[in-house]
């Protein structure tokens, strides 16, 4: 018994392991990274990070610090990022991104509840209990290729191609 249990936990860890491919496609000057638009990022996703949520603090209170996720810190009364720094912080949140695999992008799934299909490892909580809730939906639409211009869709989540 203890052989399996040792097994089930090996197999446990080797799928939160990313595949060289999958870390390929987080680099920022590739092919793939290249098909997440700025725009939608800029004007959808980085209000996400502003929000306060009850019962946690907003993203920003933690990733402008000490996160390997480190975002711009806001200029001196500034409400939102220039067009520079919401540059920058797209550099720093495409590498947890794999575009077009959902289930593999950690942006989406650290702040997931696990009971919700996410990672159990977060340390700012848990901000979604379910892949339904319409910030995770939008961040979902971005990591499947939307651009601006597109409609968001409810996705199941995986990208529908």
């Not at 990274?33 to 502003?50: K, N, T, V």
């Not at 949140?93 to 299909?117: D, F, M």
């Not at 339904?132 to 995986?158: F, K, M």
């Amino acid at each position: 018994m203890p052989v399996a249990r040792l097994i089930l936990l090996l197999a446990a860890l080797l799928t939160q392991i990313p595949s060289t491919a999958a870390l390929r496609a987080q680099e920022a000057g590739s092919p793939e990274a290249a098909a997440l638009d700025f725009e939608y990022f800029r004007s959808r996703i980085q209000p996400i990070f502003l929000l306060k949520r009850e019962g946690n603090a907003r993203c920003v209170s933690c990733h402008i610090h000490g996160t390997p996720m480190r975002l711009q810190e806001l200029s001196a009364g500034a409400v939102t990022w220039t067009e520079e720094q919401s540059r920058l912080n797209m550099e720093v949140v495409t590498p947890r991104v794999v575009p077009h695999n959902l289930p593999r992008s950690i942006l989406l799934q650290h702040p997931l509840a696990s009971e919700g299909g996410g990672s159990f490892y977060h340390s700012g909580g848990k901000h979604w209990n379910s892949f339904l809730e319409p910030e995770w939906q939008t961040i979902a639409n971005w990591v499947c290729g939307h651009s601006l211009n597109d409609p968001d869709v409810e996705l199941p989540g995986v990208c529908l191609d």
